[in-house]
Structure formats: structure tokens, C-alpha cells
């Protein structure tokens, strides 16, 4: 009877060495990963990001190259599919890094120090944003909101959640910065043109009122275009007149159409552009 138990013996304690030895299973790296995504160091976190689209592609089954960007959503969708178990921890890291970016890229908030070129960090900006874009997740919604500066992807990722999106687009009006408000604004405007309804379109005038006397003149310009392609234009002739004559935001150069004598008033210039394809009736956006 000993001679029969030695060898299984030693067989366990020869496995439980090996099991010592051996490298990190998928799952065990995991929390590596997700927990360095949350460093304050900058190149640790694109490190971290990195890695983690290459572990989803290798456990998605497809290429080790993970970082491309091409195909993320396919091999995220197929990584949630095989390891629903961890789906729910990869997509709030992925949520949280892009929250936590925002506060870095968009507001400008004690953005840490960091090596790394400027081309390879605005790279993983984009990438980031883009791969939360592709997650179809509520959660994500107020993140890319936080992104809609961007354009592209963060606004495409946003208009397929429509209604759900809105508020959070309203949230970012009340942003110190003015580049975020005119996004949000005209983010807001297209969700609630999707409704094509009385409410809808009275919302979309209180938003354009209120947003032409914001302080500062991008968000002005924002709403001034936004009004060029309203069904009802017409009905803001006379507050675009006032603000063709009167708009304070004054820069170097000179206006094209000469009025503005020898100065440029942006604003007023395109208040002007608006009341000029209102009166010729052509269409939004075109030439003056």
C-alpha cells in the first residue's frame, strides 16, 4: 500500500511546484491590467490599455496584436461572448479610463507628467474613445459625452443611444469650457431633432436663445449656425439682426463682406451670413 501512494505523493507536490512556476493564466492578468489602468501615471495607463486589447483579442481567438484598431469591436464582442464574466470588469475599466482621460485632455485638469511623444499620447486618446464607443453600455454614455469636443466617433458612439444620451449632453452646457458647451449643443439639437415633434422643437429654440447670450463667442457661433438650419429660421430674424449690430466679440483682420468697416466681429459676420441664406432661401451652410 505505501509503494502505491508514494509516487501520488510526489506527483502532487511535483504539480503544486509547476503551478508555482508557471506564467499567469488569461484570467489571472486581468486584474493586473485593470488595476494599472488606473494609475496616475500616464504612460503606465497606455501600457495598461495596450495590453488589455491584446489580451482580448488572443482569449477572443483572433490575432495577438490587440492594439490595432481595427476590428476591436469584433474581438471585444466576441471576448464578452466567450467570458461573460469578466465582460462587466473590462467595460467599467474601459469607462473609467475614458472618464478619467476626459478630466486630463478635455478639462485640462493637472494632466501628470509625462515622456511619451505627443502623436503616440493623442493616439491613445483616440483609441480609447473610439473602442468605448464601440461598447454597447449605458455606463458609457456620460464618458462620452465628457469626449464630444472630439467629434467623430465620441458623437457617432453618443447618437446611437438617442434619448438616453441627452441628458448628459445638457449636463456638459453647464461646462466652464465654451468648446464643450457648443459641442454639447449641437449634439443636443440633433438628438431632439430625431423626435420631430412640437416639444422637441420647442426645446431646440429655448436651448438656441439661451445659448446666444453665452459669455463666450464660440458658443455664440454654435448657435448662430445651428439656427441656419432650422425648418423655422425666419422666426429668428430679428434677434439675429440685434446681434449682427451688436455682438461684442471683436478680433483682428477684417470681415469679408465689408461690414464691419475695417474691423472683424465673428459673430456678427456670421449673423449676417444666416440672414443673407434666410433671405436668398439657401440652404444651411452654404457660401454667403
Known amino acids: 500500500m505505501r509503494m502505491r501512494t508514494f509516487p501520488v505523493f510526489a506527483l502532487v507536490l511535483a504539480f503544486a511546484a509547476f503551478a508555482q512556476q508557471a506564467p499567469p493564466s488569461g484570467g489571472d492578468k ?11 501615471d500616464l ?9 488589455l486589447m491584446t489580451h482580448v483579442a488572443s482569449e477572443a481567438g483572433g490575432p495577438k496584436e490587440g492594439s490595432e484598431l481595427t476590428g476591436r469591436s469584433d474581438a471585444l464582442n466576441k471576448f464578452f461572448s466567450r467570458h461573460p464574466e469578466q465582460a462587466d470588469q473590462v467595460k ?3 469607462i473609467q479610463l475614458l472618464t478619467k482621460e476626459n478630466y486630463y485632455f478635455i478639462e485640462g485638469k493637472n494632466p501628470p507628467p509625462d515622456d511619451h511623444a505627443e502623436d503616440d499620447v493623442s493616439e491613445h486618446y483616440a483609441e480609447l474613445i473610439n473602442t468605448v464607443s464601440s461598447l ?3 455606463r458609457a454614455i456620460p464618458a462620452l459625452a465628457g ?5 467623430g466617433m465620441a458623437q457617432r458612439g453618443l447618437l446611437k443611444y438617442g434619448d438616453k444620451a441627452l441628458d448628459p449632453l445638457l449636463k456638459q452646457l453647464r461646462s466652464p469650457d465654451g468648446l464643450v458647451r457648443a459641442s454639447a449643443l449641437g449634439m443636443a439639437i440633433t438628438v431632439l431633432e430625431g423626435h420631430n415633434d412640437p416639444e422637441a422643437h420647442n426645446r431646440v429654440r429655448e ?4 445659448l446666444l447670450a453665452d459669455p463666450e463667442s464660440v458658443v455664440r457661433r454654435k448657435a448662430v449656425w445651428e439656427i441656419d438650419c432650422l425648418d423655422d429660421r425666419q422666426d429668428f ?3 439675429l439682426e440685434k446681434i449682427a449690430k451688436t455682438d461684442p466679440e471683436k478680433r483682428s483682420g477684417k470681415a469679408d463682406d465689408g461690414g464691419d468697416g475695417d474691423a472683424f466681429y465673428p459673430v456678427r459676420y456670421d449673423a449676417r451670413r444666416v440672414l443673407h441664406h434666410i433671405q436668398n432661401n ?5 457660401e454667403y
Open 30 to 40: 486581468l486584474p493586473s491590467i485593470l488595476a494599472r489602468m488606473k494609475s496616475e
Open 43 to 51: 504612460h503606465t495607463k497606455i501600457v495598461a490599455f495596450n495590453e
Open 92 to 94: 467599467l475599466g474601459l
Open 136 to 138: 454597447n453600455d449605458d
Open 147 to 151: 469626449a464630444v469636443t472630439t467629434g
Open 207 to 210: 436651448l438656441l436663445q439661451a
Open 237 to 239: 430674424v430679428p434677434i
Open 282 to 286: 439657401k440652404p444651411c451652410g452654404s
